[in-house]
């Protein structure tokens, strides 16, 4: 059904989480640098944020499909708002981090909470179009994050930039409070009871297409990670412009996520999800290993933008494909089984490129994740290939028992 005032609620929603998501870690890594002084302490605040969506995305998908979606919604970002407020006035480490960790954990059923509501007030065709205007929104708010929390930080303070994530999260929560979309609960019935909570895994490993989009992204995400380490000191060692040089590489980088999202994956047919996907693997990465190769900002920048649109096409073409090859009594657990997989690779990887750009510098390690990323994508071009006919139909599979469709 077309609720296009829902969808436009929606997509706020995942440009305001982005936003205050952010704005929260920039906000919380100042001060827990402030109490500690130690790199190893802001490593561990990440991690403690990450962590919970890796360990509990099989039970969080699973509270996502069997309750209410949206009201699930509502309730988790009110108690993220508390805990957020907790944030701002809790001063010891320790207990920043076990805040964090439970953040960590309601995000872990809020963000794909709101992608198992897209289809809710989408039409099938509709679907690729609205996770774009998501992914777009969800870039602009991750720019302005970090340079509010700067503001806030340098002005009235820590405190102020976690009320203001507060004040985020209760507004996600007015936001589905005035749904007027329901995307009912999904009864189990007693011979499916077990191995519920996986499930999302399950139909990813079933499902040849979505196997195969699972681990290219994987693979990508462990190369780009180590994109993200080497890239401040490429800036500095090799384009010899320090934070000026880092500051326009990334920026080039997100520009680049915006249009690649909003002007070239929202046209992208259903049928051509996978290859686009694959493309873009192959694109972002030989801009990538190109830029290592570049000694200027100027081109570096331009093919770190190229880099950026193609990981926005990556990006809304995943999501366009879980909803399109997934049930929908499934999708809280499917989402959550991705957000899984990107969290865990995202820790994985990081530690990684640390290690990496100590071993063999900033130029090479760069060089490496881009022909990482772009070998990923020829490979899963050679797979897709050889699965013939199965790959190329546009999948609609049977809901679950039980399922009766969005209200």
């Known amino acids: 059904m077309d609720r296009l005032a829902d969808r436009r609620m929606l997509v706020a929603a995942s440009g305001l989480s982005s936003f205050g998501d952010e704005l929260a870690i920039i906000a919380l890594a100042i001060r827990v640098e402030t109490l500690t002084n130690s790199g190893l302490a802001v490593a561990a605040l990440f991690i403690a944020g990450a962590l919970p969506m890796v360990l509990l995305a099989p039970v969080a998908g699973l509270v996502i499909d069997r309750t209410e979606t949206v009201r699930t919604l509502r309730l988790v970002s009110a108690v993220q708002a508390v805990v957020a407020l907790a944030l701002a006035v809790t001063t ?3 207990a920043i981090l076990v805040l964090a960790f439970i953040l960590g954990a309601l995000a872990a059923v809020a963000n794909p909470a709101v992608f198992a509501i897209v289809p809710v007030v989408t039409p099938k065709e509709a679907l690729t179009r609205t996770n774009a205007n998501m992914e777009t929104a969800r870039y602009i708010g991750a720019v302005l994050g970090p340079i509010t929390a700067g ?40 011979e499916r009871s077990r191995g519920e909570a996986r ?26 990670a180590v994109d993200n380490v ?28 915006v249009a690649g999202a909003s002007l070239i994956a929202r046209r992208l047919p259903t049928d051509r999800l996978v290859p686009g996907m ?39 073409s995943m999501r366009s494909l879980i909803h399109h090859r997934t049930p929908e009594a499934i999708h ?20 990684l490129g640390g290690v990496l750009v100590g071993v063999v510098g900033a130029k090479q390690a760069l060089l490496i994740g881009g022909i990482g990323s772009a070998g990923a994508g020829v490979l899963g071009f050679v797979w897709f290939t050889s699965m013939g006919e199965i790959a190329h139909p546009k999948v609609e599979p049977e809901p679950e028992p039980g399922w009766d469709g969005p209200v």
């Open 92 to 94: 010891g480490f320790g």
């Open 151 to 190: 503001l806030l930080a340098a002005g009235p303070g820590v405190p102020a930039a976690m009320a203001v994530n507060a004040l985020t999260f209760i507004a996600i929560a007015l936001a589905a409070t005035l749904m007027r979309a329901t995307r009912p609960p999904v009864e189990a019935g007693e």
């Open 199 to 224: 499930a999302g895994f399950t139909h990813v490993i079933r499902d040849r297409v979505l196997l195969l989009a699972f681990v290219v992204v994987g693979v990508v995400i462990v190369f780009a």
């Open 230 to 257: 080497a890239e401040v000191f490429f800036a500095k060692d090799v384009l010899g412009s320090a934070a000026i040089g880092y500051a326009t590489l990334a920026s080039s980088w997100i520009l680049g996520m």
């Open 278 to 316: 694959l493309a873009a693997a192959i694109v972002g990465g030989g801009a990538v290993a190109v830029a290592a190769l570049s000694g200027r900002l100027g081109p570096a920048a331009a093919l770190f933008f190229v880099g950026g649109m193609a990981n926005g096409v990556e990006n809304v």
């Open 332 to 351: 809280g657990r499917v989402f959550a089984a991705y957000g899984g997989l990107v969290n865990a690779t995202q820790i994985l990887a990081t530690m």
